[in-house]
């Protein structure tokens, strides 16, 4: 990465400091932002930035805007992977009619609020551990009206946010479709996420995998979380480039 722009915000990456040093004004007002910030490390569980201001306001908190959706966020607080554009989209068109979808992941609501906006889902149940995020998730859901429409429409709220661990709050839940936007450890949430799936059902499942295992490591682990239930790879594509050598995937596999 060597910028991303992110509603009034330009990221840039953190050894690109001095190759940009005198051009920061410039920077503003080339790519219409009001702040300039660096990446220093993401880190944790919890996935939290750490950022530092080299130009224009010291506001961190912007609203991005991204397929008909709008994202409040505060970037020295949540992360925010321009990467992943396609496959938000992409996986908003594949939910059908009257889907119940999970999301084990659900950030400031990176996948719910296009499949809500997109798609016409039953319902969709939205677990979050990080309160940052969960604090913009419901945010977000606010400023896309989301729940407000579905209670018109429905007469219920078709987002419903949940604050703690997936691992252990997934099985409460029935769900025809699951989503596992996470990586490093999401093969951890696996036994979780196939108690959570109907009798039949579809897993998005995450991983960042060594480029040469990508096509063995995550569908055995998913079929080895499936113990005796059938499991149908559908796909098994990389999102994006990782690390040297290391890509990040998602496996599309349908459980029955």
């Not at 330009?10 to 007002?29: C, H, M, Q, V």
């Not at 805007?65 to 996986?91: P, Q, Y």
């Not at 025809?176 to 499942?205: C, P, Q």
Request: aromatic share 8%.
């Amino acid at each position: 990465m060597k910028w991303k722009k992110i509603g009034k915000i330009l990221l840039i990456d953190k050894n690109l400091e001095s190759t940009y040093a005198g051009r920061f004004n410039d920077l503003l007002l080339e790519h219409k932002v009001d702040t300039i910030a660096k990446i220093k490390s993401i880190d944790g569980k919890m996935r939290q930035p750490s950022i530092e201001i080299i130009a224009g306001d010291n506001s961190t908190e912007t609203v991005h805007k991204e397929n008909g959706c709008l994202f409040k966020l505060d970037i020295a607080k949540v992360m925010w992977s321009k990467g992943n554009t396609t496959e938000r989209l992409r996986i908003a068109n594949l939910v059908e009619n009257d889907e119940v979808v999970l999301d084990m992941f659900a950030g400031i609501g990176y996948f719910l609020l296009p499949i809500a906006i997109h798609s016409d889902p039953q319902k969709i149940y939205s677990i979050e551990i990080n309160p940052e995020s969960y604090y913009y998730l419901n945010k977000n859901i606010d400023l896309n009206k989301i729940n407000e429409k579905s209670n018109k429409k429905l007469g219920y709220d078709l987002i419903e946010p949940i604050l703690g661990d997936s691992k252990l709050i997934a099985p409460k839940f029935k769900a025809d479709r699951i989503l596992m936007g996470y990586v490093k450890t999401t093969h951890n949430f696996l036994d979780s996420a196939i108690k959570s799936l109907n009798k039949e059902g579809i897993i998005h499942y995450h991983e960042t995998v060594p480029e040469k295992l990508m096509n063995t490591r995550p569908v055995n682990r998913i079929k080895q979380s499936a113990n005796d239930r059938e499991v149908e790879i559908l796909s098994n594509r990389i999102i994006k480039k990782y690390s040297p050598g290391v890509v990040h995937t998602v496996v599309d596999a349908k459980i029955y």
